[in-house]
DNA sequence: AAACGATTGAAACAGCTGTTAAAACTGTTT
DNA sequence: AAACAGTTTTAACAGCTGTTTCAATCGTTT
C-alpha cells in the first residue's frame, strides 16, 4: 500500500515538474506516507523512477507484439502501429516528456539504459514490419529504415511538444483529438509516398 | 574579457552536465574567475544561458536569410537549408541536446520563452520556403506544413542522438561525417516525395 | 502473553545550491 | 593628487538536497 502510494505520488510529481526539480519531500508529503520510507521501499530516489518505467511499459509491448503477429498487410500493420503510439503518447504526453527529458541528460547514465531498453523494443517492432513488407515487395528497398523510424518517433516526440507548448510555435490552442488525427494522417501519408514503391 | 571567460566556460559545462547539473562554481573555476562576477555580468545563472543561447543564434539566422533571398528554386533553398540545420546541429550536437532538454522542462518557463524564439525563427525560414513552393506550384498544397516542419527538426534532433548514444539502438559507432550524409539524403528524398507534386 | 521481524516516524546529518552585501582594488578623468 | 565609476574579492546568507540513524509501532507467529 505505502509502496503504491509512493509509485503513484511519484508519477504524477515527476511528469509535472522532472525528475531532478521533485523532491523525496514533496513525493513523501502528496503520498501523505514518511520521507524514509521512499528510501526503505526503493533504495533510493533513482531506482523509483527506474521501477517506474518498468511497470509502465509492460502494457504497451503486449499490444506491439498483438499487431505483429495479427494476419494484416505491413501497411496495415504499420497504421495500427502509428495509431497506438499516437494514442498512447497523447494520452500520456508529460510523461513520455519526462522520459525523453531524462533519456537526453548525461547524469544518470545507469538509470539512462533501464529507461532505454524498452523503447528499444518499440523501435524493433516497427523494424520487423518494415522489414516485412519490403520482404513482400510492397515497400521500396533503397530507403534508410533507420532513420525512418527516427523520423516517425521524432515527430511523434515534437508533436507532444507542440500539443501544450503552442506558444513556441505561435499558434492556437488546438484540440489534443485534432492534433491526433493530424498527425495520424501526416505519418501515413509521409509513410505511404515514402515507402510504397 | 571576464564576460567572455565566463560564456566560454559555461557554454562548456551546459553542453557537457546540462544547465541545472552545472553549478556556478563550476562556471567560475573553469573561467579562471570569481564566482560573484556571474552574477555581476549575467545577473542570475538563467540570464547567462539566455545571453549564450542569443549569441550562438545570431549567425545561424543571417546564413538563413541569405538562403531565403538568393534566387535559387524552392527545392534547392530547402536543400540548401538542410545542409546548413546539418552542419549546425551536427557540430554542436551537445549544445542542442542541452537546448532541447531545457526546452522541454516545465521549469523555468521564462528562461524557456527566451530559448524558444530563436528557434522559432529557424521554422520560419523553412516555412517561407514551402509556402513559396506551393505559390510556384512545385509543391502540393494538400500537405500539413507544421508537421512536415516538426517532421524534419524531430529527425535532426533524433539523429543527434544516434550520433553519440548509438548503443541505444544497438549500432555500431558511426562516423559523424556518414550519418551526416545518410541524414542529407534520407531528408531529400523524403521531402521530395511528401512536398513534390 | 511473549517474541519476532517488518514497517514507520522524528530528527538530524553533511553537503551543496544561487545569490548578495560590503570592502578592496583597478584604471581613467578631473 | 583627488575623485570617480567600473570590477573584483571575501565572506556569508538562507535554504534546500538525498540519505541515514535509531527508537517506536504494527501485525503475525510462537
Known amino acids: 500500500m505505502t509502496r503504491e502510494k509512493i509509485l503513484t505520488a ?21 503520498a501523505g506516507v514518511n520521507v524514509a520510507l521512499i528510501n526503505y521501499h526503493f533504495g533510493s530516489k533513482e531506482q523509483l523512477l527506474a521501477q517506474m518505467v518498468e511497470e509502465t511499459t509492460a502494457h504497451t509491448l503486449l499490444r506491439l507484439s498483438d499487431i505483429t503477429k495479427s494476419g494484416a498487410s505491413p501497411i496495415e500493420k504499420l497504421n ?15 510523461y513520455y516528456q519526462m ?38 515487395k510492397v515497400f521500396r528497398k533503397d530507403v534508410d529504415i533507420d532513420l525512418t523510424i527516427s523520423t ?9 511538444h507542440i500539443a501544450f507548448k503552442n506558444k513556441v510555435y ?7 483529438a485534432i492534433l491526433k488525427t493530424r498527425v495520424l494522417k501526416h505519418l501515413q501519408e509521409l509513410l505511404k509516398n515514402h515507402l510504397v514503391r
Open 152 to 160: 516517425v518517433f521524432g515527430l511523434l516526440y515534437q508533436a507532444t
Open 99 to 136: 522520459i525523453h527529458r531524462e533519456l537526453s541528460t548525461p547524469q544518470r547514465p545507469e538509470l539512462n539504459d533501464q529507461i532505454g531498453k524498452p523503447l528499444k523494443r518499440n523501435r524493433d517492432e516497427m523494424l520487423k514490419i518494415i522489414e516485412e513488407g519490403q520482404k513482400k
Open 170 to 176: 505561435d499558434k492556437q490552442l488546438q484540440d489534443d
Open 80 to 94: 495500427q502501429m502509428l495509431e497506438l503510439f499516437i494514442e498512447k503518447i497523447f494520452s500520456n504526453k508529460q
Open 10 to 30: 511519484a508519477k504524477e510529481l515527476f511528469q509535472a515538474k522532472g525528475f531532478e526539480p521533485t523532491t523525496v519531500r514533496e513525493i513523501a508529503t502528496l
